[in-house]
């Protein structure tokens, strides 16, 4: 195993990102997935021991001393594996087979007086491994590590949204100017959003589900030795009791229909984050938003002024990336040759970059909402000068007073044209109305006209 600077990295993961990336290592890396498979094997051996159609017996010492083997499973631990695979160990030729290095390694390491070599990967297929291994560590990557910190930018966005509830804000609607709302409802959409997300997220990940059937999904090894056993019902108990769900009926390969799902759900939130990062850059390029800037940072190597919204958009970058890289994954593992091909193999090992892209997406858009303030001064100077934003307010409120031709009456006056908050009085001085509705009228403001939307941020949980 090579040990090389950031610097050398191929991938930006591994290099520029890595102290974003880091809290996946123990559950991307190669020694964390060599790890699973040993877990995997070690689990399966001690559940055949516990047949009583099987004669091994492991005591209770003989379990503690291999389930060490993955509890305390290292850096060393894993280049024995690697150097079984790929060159060779003390007296083992290179297998150039990543699941019989593993299985080599357990033998290797059993305890004194068990006599078990035999047992370890009885009956069972590489992709029996693979798929449970390859669950147990994008579970807890998914868990551990990405739902908090999607959670973090949800908290922060109900945070924002709860402080500045009641703070009027032109919209557009179209790109165009168009009824006000609060900074603090537009903040709370995405959060709500969000907290969907996450919860799609979540369900996902509870229900993965893996595999235990031999080379075609069948149990035929295991039935050929042991036909008395009830195969699937042990492989259930097996499955559920590493904390994963069962598939009962599969090919050699699991079909993966669980990944996809997950995948998909992983997608959805990033598309959330995605229309909040476009957003919340047009909110900093209109100043309604401003950035604190932060000390020695350059923000233009030619511009000495320019505080840029680099946050949002390298948050932009890393899910775009990452949303390509789970459509292609949600496609690719979920088909396969027959009853088995290798080509999902190599795609399989690209799973943790997709998680890592999402990750650094993630940070860097909490990262952004930590800088921004809202200008307040500068949504109210917008919204002052385009008057023409009460017209819905005025032609409903005609029609509530039985105009039929409100909405003309408006549209003549505003539609393409630059109107000020006199040329609506003009207008409301020639209604035929009652003094109260004039006044009412007469009382319309621009920065007035937003609704409930205060009182919708209470719509947020939590």
Not at 57 to 71: G, K, N, T, V
Request: overall charge negative; some cysteine.
């Amino acid at each position: 195993m090579t040990d090389r600077s950031p610097l050398s990295a191929v991938s930006p993961l591994d290099g520029r990102y890595a102290r974003y990336t880091e809290p996946l290592v123990p559950y991307a890396s190669e020694q964390a997935l060599i790890r699973a498979r040993v877990q995997v094997e070690v689990e399966y051996l001690i559940a055949l021991a516990d047949l009583d159609a099987t004669p091994l017996e492991i005591d209770p010492d003989q379990r503690d001393h291999l389930r060490a083997l993955y509890e305390e499973f290292d850096e060393g631990d894993a280049e024995i594996v690697k150097a079984l695979e790929t060159q060779g160990w003390e007296d083992y030729s290179a297998t150039n087979h990543d699941v019989k290095a593993v299985e080599y390694f357990v033998r290797e390491h059993l305890p004194d007086g068990l006599d078990a070599a035999q047992w370890i990967h009885f009956g069972l297929t590489s992709e029996d491994v693979n798929n449970l291994a390859h669950r147990l560590l994008v579970k807890p990557a998914v868990e551990d590590v990405l739902v908090p910190a999607l959670r973090d930018v949800r908290d922060a966005l109900a945070e924002m949204a709860r402080d500045h509830r009641d703070v009027p804000m032109l919209a557009r609607t179209h790109g165009q100017p168009a009824t006000p709302t609060t900074f603090g409802k537009e903040m709370a959409v995405y959060a709500a959003r969000l907290g969907k997300a996450l919860g799609r997220i979540e369900r996902a990940a509870d229900g993965l589900s893996g595999k235990l059937a031999g080379a075609s999904g069948t149990y035929a090894a295991h039935d050929a030795a042991y036909p008395d056993v009830d195969w699937p019902a042990f492989s259930e108990s097996f499955v559920t009791g590493l904390g994963l769900d069962h598939t009962e009926l599969a090919t050699q390969v699991n079909p993966c229909d669980d990944l996809e799902a997950l995948f998909d759900a992983l997608r959805g939130a990033n598309n959330v984050l995605l229309d909040l990062d476009l957003d919340v850059w047009l909110y900093v390029s209109d100043r309604y938003l401003g950035q604190e800037a932060t000390a020695g940072e350059t923000g233009s190597s030619t511009m000495p002024h320019k505080v840029n919204p680099i946050d949002f958009e390298n948050s932009e970058g890393n899910l775009s990336k990452a949303n390509s890289d789970l459509v292609f994954l949600g496609d690719y593992v979920t088909t396969s040759r027959l009853q088995r091909d290798l080509s999902d193999s190599t795609v399989k090992r690209n799973v943790g970059a997709a998680l890592a892209h999402c990750l650094v997406g993630y940070r860097k858009c909490e990262r952004g909402l930590e800088k921004v303030v809202p200008n307040e001064q500068v949504m109210r100077e917008d919204l002052e000068s385009t008057p023409e934003i009460v017209g819905e307010a005025v032609q409903t409120i005609l029609r509530r007073e039985g105009h039929t031709d409100a909405y003309e009456r408006v549209k003549e006056l505003t539609r393409g044209r630059r109107v000020t908050i006199e040329d609506f009085r003009d207008l409301f001085a020639e209604l035929d109305v009652s003094e109260d509705v004039r006044e009412e009228l007469t009382a319309l403001t621009p920065a007035g006209y937003v609704g409930v939307g205060d009182e919708l941020v209470d719509e947020l949980d939590g």
